[in-house]
């Protein structure tokens, strides 16, 4: 297990905590690929019957390091496509996978921002406790490429497509009262509030 994603697994909840704070929770390529493997082990781990997903610091997660994309965007235009491709099938869509297969339900407490591959996870989860400081966002389209982590099929069949389409063309941001009544939340919480929630909603769960 890495210093970036920590797993505790005992009494019947697995916790996935996200720690990388100093970096907005952002993504390595190395950190998706652990988290697929982690969802994966939790999949046929039947002592194991809630998964949640939490994150140390003021956000969930903000998509793929910038340092990444930015190093990516100075290869030639042959090897950035090939590049590309090769993170949605090695890398993006396993970790989608992973996650649609777990049989358990799957608990998020989110604040902050969630930008991005941070979005995918609150489309993922079953139950969503959100702060009220929770920012949604799909910036793709503002990086000049497409939605590569199934929002484009996950996000019009929870929120409809007139507003999936919005959030996809534009990359502007959902606050956390709208998030609440277009369905992508379940719960909205002061951020105080947000831990103490999440545990209560787990324990039900475990109950």
Not at 26 to 35: D, G, H, L, Q, V
């Amino acid at each position: 297990m890495s210093n970036e994603l920590h797993l505790e697994n005992s009494d019947g909840l697995a916790t996935i905590t996200i720690d990388r704070p100093a970096r907005m929770n952002a993504f390595t390529p190395e950190m998706i690929i652990e988290m697929a493997a982690i969802a994966r082990a939790l999949a046929d781990d039947a002592r194991c019957r809630v998964v949640a997903i939490r994150h140390v610091g003021k956000n969930l997660c903000t998509g793929g390091d910038i340092g990444d994309i930015a190093d990516a965007s100075v290869q030639p235009a042959a090897t950035r496509k090939a590049a590309f491709y090769d993170g949605l099938a090695t890398r993006a869509h396993p970790l989608m996978r992973a996650f649609r297969d777990l049989p358990q339900p799957i608990v998020i407490g989110a604040r902050g921002h969630a930008i991005g591959l941070g979005a995918q996870f609150l489309l993922l989860a079953d139950l969503v406790v959100a702060s009220e400081t929770l920012k949604i966002s799909l910036p793709q389209v503002q990086l000049g490429h497409v939605l590569d982590h199934g929002e484009s099929y996950l996000l019009p069949r929870q929120i409809g497509p007139r507003k999936a389409m919005e959030l996809a063309l534009l990359g502007d941001r959902m606050n956390a009262i709208d998030a609440e009544r277009f369905g992508l939340i379940n719960f909205l919480v002061p951020d105080a509030d947000l831990d103490a929630r999440t545990d209560e909603l787990i324990a039900r769960l475990l109950r």
